[in-house]
């Protein structure tokens, strides 16, 4: 009997923590969900490359579960109180980093943009690696995005000319031109042979100038890589770019950055 | 007395743990999320999407800086569009950055109230993009229309997307 009656009070405490301890609270829980989207380009001049990465979306935050009770307000009070702020990182070679945007509400649209611009070697490599967060006030990073990685790098290659033409097209004026498409092979020292970027053919004017039997292309030039260890990914892939003739005819020193 | 002492201090820690667990942050519940590597998976990368980055990206306010338009200039030339193209595309390409930053600024407005319609301002900004989409093929020629929706198509490589399953 004198167990029995222990055993009843301790029911009727634990009924009692239960009851005052215990709020509706514990059975609410934030529901999260987001929309983002991180874009990451890059572009070249004849002085400079330059990158971009944009974070751009939105996330929304409820209160999900039922029987809410006075929890109800608690919660709905931080999420008034909350707020997310845009991060994009952006790092060219030994330039840039973490760029952080305007903050919002948690069920605020974000969108920032963190640019940078290097003074570019030809022939050298520069490492872009860019991410996008979202990070909460009152929490932690909410979002991250993978964290991705490329070499970048202004190419150039020395090309010879086949004096194949095709393509051609006239364009009337004072003076009437005429422009084809010429193709080349690369003309490159054997150390720096196979050059990272080759076009052809190349648009030339054939009349009444006549075209280069030697010229150089530049163009910018990407090559994916591994963001931990700089592993090469794929190969290099490169934008149109621009041609100047070649002043002589020798082997050029061309860009050969095959690792 | 003393059974009787131990069963209340156990009452009490439990209480006190009641209440601890009252205190801490109530739990999170993020669903999965879905991403789309532009890198990987070109074909998955919306066009209205690809457009809306592109076009928030490179289109420059009123206001810009210097540095700025140096920017813009070196994302543009990638379109090697002739100068009466490269000339028609920048006012579209403010006005474009000037009504979407009317859009989020409507819809933050209404986020801070707790009223925000997320699809409703996708849907608006959709809709932003397919009308700057068509006015670049209005007003620019043929060749340099088709170069800027080559470029983009291109530019999905360099997207990627981040959708939790109940936002897609």
């Known amino acids: ?259 | 007395v003393s059974q009787k002492i131990t069963v209340t201090l156990f009452s009490v820690l439990v209480f006190v743990l009641g209440a601890w667990a009252q205190t801490s942050p109530p739990a999170h519940h993020h669903p999965d999320i879905a991403v789309i590597d532009g890198e990987k998976n070109p074909e998955l990368i919306p066009d209205a999407t690809a457009f809306r980055l592109w076009l928030v990206s490179v289109s420059l306010t009123p206001n810009a800086s210097e540095q700025d338009r140096k920017f813009q200039e070196a994302h543009l030339a990638s379109l090697h569009l002739t100068a009466p193209d490269h000339l028609a595309l920048l006012p579209i390409l403010t006005d474009f950055k000037t009504q979407y930053l009317n859009l989020i600024a409507l819809f933050n407005e209404a986020a801070q109230k707790g009223v925000q319609d997320t699809k409703l301002f996708q849907a608006q900004a959709d809709d932003l993009v397919q009308s700057t989409r068509a006015a670049i093929a209005r007003q620019l020629s043929a060749v340099g229309a088709a170069n800027v929706e080559g470029h983009v198509q291109g530019e999905k490589k360099k997207i990627t997307l981040h959708v939790t399953k109940e936002a897609q």
Not at chain 1, 33 to 57: E, F, K, M, P, R
Not at chain 1, 95 to 104: A, D, P, Q, V, Y
Not at chain 1, 148 to 162: C, D, H, I, V, Y
Not at chain 1, 207 to 218: E, G, H, K, Q, R
């Open chain 1, 1 to 259: 009997v004198k167990y029995a009656k222990l055993v009843m009070e301790f029911l009727f405490c634990v009924l009692f923590t239960s009851l005052f301890s215990g709020t509706a609270s514990a059975q609410c829980y934030f529901v999260f969900s987001s929309n983002y989207a991180v874009y990451a380009s890059d572009n070249a001049d004849a002085n400079n490359i330059y990158t971009s990465v944009l974070i751009d979306g939105s996330a929304s935050m409820t209160i999900g579960g039922g029987n809410c009770g006075p929890g109800y307000q608690i919660m709905q009070n931080q999420i008034n109180s909350a707020t997310h702020s845009p991060s994009a990182y952006n790092r060219l070679g030994t330039i840039g980093g973490w760029g952080t945007g305007s903050s919002g509400c948690v069920n605020c649209w974000l969108s920032y943009q963190n640019n940078q611009s290097i003074a570019a070697n030809d022939g050298q490599s520069y490492v872009f690696d860019w991410q996008g967060e979202i990070d909460c006030s009152v929490a932690y990073a909410i979002f991250t995005s993978i964290i991705k990685a490329k070499q970048l790098e202004r190419a150039m290659t020395k090309e010879q000319s086949l004096e194949t033409e095709s393509n051609c097209w006239w364009l009337y004026g004072p003076i009437n031109i005429l422009n084809c498409n010429i193709d080349s092979v690369t003309h490159c020292t054997p150390a720096t042979t196979p050059p990272d970027m080759h076009f052809s053919p190349t648009q030339w004017q054939v009349y009444p100038i006549s075209a280069p039997l030697f010229w150089w292309t530049w163009a910018p030039c990407e090559k994916p890589i591994d963001p931990v260890d700089g592993h090469p990914l794929g190969p290099w892939t490169c934008q149109h770019g621009w041609s100047l003739p070649a002043l002589d005819g020798s082997l050029g020193n061309c860009t050969h950055n095959p690792n």
